[in-house]
């Protein structure tokens, strides 16, 4: 939609940046599709929420089952054509799965098979309460979902199938967690494991905000248009972001001002967006020896005494 959109896309693969775009591929044309291949996009994750024509015009509103042949015509072509050069960009079939469209679950894998894409991802919706929170799986809903997610994997496991079942194991346990049924999907996981967003992630969006992390936008740390990345990283908001997402006090009224909800007590509860960080880091240091894990307490303490000389020169 952005006019110059391409000239953007060319410009930052030229200083060397990772290029990763989501989109609904709705105004991807052939013309479109070739320039995003030579000019090397890495990734392209594309959000359908459907399998079939009809489930994508239900969950579409403002689209028809002719705009899913479109997709699914130009992706085959992109993907053909990927292949006979870089073959990149890397294409992930993104679909948020809710009671419109659970049941197509096993046509949005068909769908991925079709337009020999390499990678899917299936997330829970993330509802606002009082306008979406009716989108939300009943009980019986995601048993049937879970049958059938498990049942998938089992499948794709015993063929060796190429095709990446992205967060798969993130997505498999917020359907089984015991708060599904109200949209907490992630509060048994977030209090299990420390939250390293403050110090491993920043989202910058349009208007110049930074934010700590995906759901943080209530509370950005500030803006570069107004001071450097660099001080906003070490800003007091920065810290104060990593001393409340460490300790994780879910009576600190801090974590209402967190996600969509502004009547959550924890919005953190309500799918954690950076949990896929956080597991993975968590992971890595868990599996360090106690002399690295020395060396990096070591450096750190160094960090903080050289920072507090800095600060108080």
Same mark, same amino acid.
């Given at each position: 939609?952005?006019?110059?959109?391409?000239?953007?896309?060319?410009?930052? %693969?030229?200083?060397?940046?990772?290029?990763?775009?989501?989109?609904?591929?709705?105004?991807?044309?052939?013309?479109?599709?070739?320039?995003?291949?030579?000019?090397?996009?890495?990734?392209? #994750?594309?959000?359908?929420?459907?399998?079939?024509?009809? $489930?994508?015009?239900?969950?579409?509103?403002?689209?028809?089952?002719?705009?899913?042949?479109?997709?699914?015509?130009?992706?085959?072509?992109?993907?053909?054509?990927?292949?006979?050069?870089?073959?990149?960009?890397?294409?992930? #079939?993104?679909?948020?799965?809710? +009671?419109?469209?659970?049941?197509?679950?096993?046509?949005? *894998?068909?769908?991925?098979?079709?337009?020999?894409?390499?990678? $899917?991802?299936?997330?829970?919706?993330?509802?606002?309460?009082?306008?979406?929170?009716?989108?939300?799986?009943?009980?019986?809903?995601?048993?049937?979902?879970?049958?059938?997610?498990?049942?998938?994997?089992?499948?794709?496991?015993?063929?060796?199938?190429?095709?990446?079942?992205?967060?798969?194991?993130?997505?498999?346990?917020?359907?089984?967690?015991?708060?599904?049924?109200?949209?907490?999907?992630?509060?048994?996981?977030?209090?299990? *494991?420390?939250?390293?967003?403050?110090?491993?992630?920043?989202?910058?969006?349009?208007?110049?905000?930074? +934010?700590?992390?995906? %759901? !943080?936008?209530? *509370?950005?740390?500030?803006?570069?248009?107004?001071?450097?990345?660099?001080?906003?990283?070490? !800003?007091?908001?920065?810290?104060?972001?990593?001393? %409340?997402?460490?300790?994780?006090? *879910?009576?600190?009224?801090?974590?209402?001002?967190?996600?969509?909800?502004? +009547?959550?007590?924890?919005?953190?509860?309500?799918?954690?967006?950076?949990?896929?960080?956080?597991?993975?880091?968590?992971? %890595?240091?868990?599996?360090?020896?106690?002399?690295?894990?020395? #060396?990096?307490?070591?450096?750190?303490?160094?960090?903080?005494?050289?920072?507090?000389? !800095?600060?108080?020169?």
């Amino acid at each position: 939609m952005h006019p110059e959109a391409m000239r953007i896309i060319s410009y930052a %693969k030229k200083k060397g940046f990772i290029v990763s775009i989501n989109t609904n591929f709705t105004l991807v044309t052939e013309d479109i599709a070739r320039y995003l291949v030579e000019n090397k996009v890495d990734h392209l #994750i594309v959000s359908l929420w459907a399998g079939t024509p009809d $489930v994508y015009a239900q969950t579409h509103p403002n689209k028809t089952e002719e705009t899913f042949y479109e997709i699914k015509s130009c992706l085959q072509f992109l993907n053909r054509y990927k292949r006979r050069r870089e073959n990149v960009p890397c294409i992930k #079939i993104y679909n948020v799965v809710f +009671n419109m469209n659970y049941q197509n679950f096993p046509s949005m *894998i068909d769908f991925v098979v079709a337009t020999e894409s390499e990678a $899917v991802e299936f997330t829970l919706i993330d509802t606002i309460p009082g306008k979406t929170d009716k989108l939300l799986l009943s009980e019986k809903q995601a048993e049937e979902l879970l049958f059938m997610a498990k049942k998938l994997k089992e499948q794709f496991d015993n063929e060796n199938n190429t095709i990446c079942l992205e967060n798969y194991e993130t997505f498999l346990r917020r359907l089984s967690s015991s708060c599904q049924g109200n949209g907490e999907y992630d509060r048994d996981i977030m209090q299990t *494991i420390p939250c390293y967003a403050g110090w491993t992630f920043a989202r910058i969006v349009a208007t110049g905000d930074v +934010n700590s992390c995906l %759901k !943080s936008h209530r *509370i950005p740390i500030g803006n570069l248009h107004k001071e450097t990345f660099r001080s906003l990283w070490n !800003s007091a908001r920065q810290q104060e972001f990593r001393r %409340k997402t460490r300790r994780f006090d *879910i009576h600190d009224p801090y974590f209402r001002l967190i996600g969509n909800d502004t +009547n959550a007590a924890v919005g953190c509860f309500r799918s954690c967006d950076n949990i896929g960080h956080s597991l993975l880091l968590h992971n %890595k240091i868990t599996r360090l020896n106690k002399p690295v894990k020395a #060396i990096l307490k070591t450096m750190a303490a160094v960090g903080r005494t050289r920072n507090s000389l !800095s600060t108080r020169n």
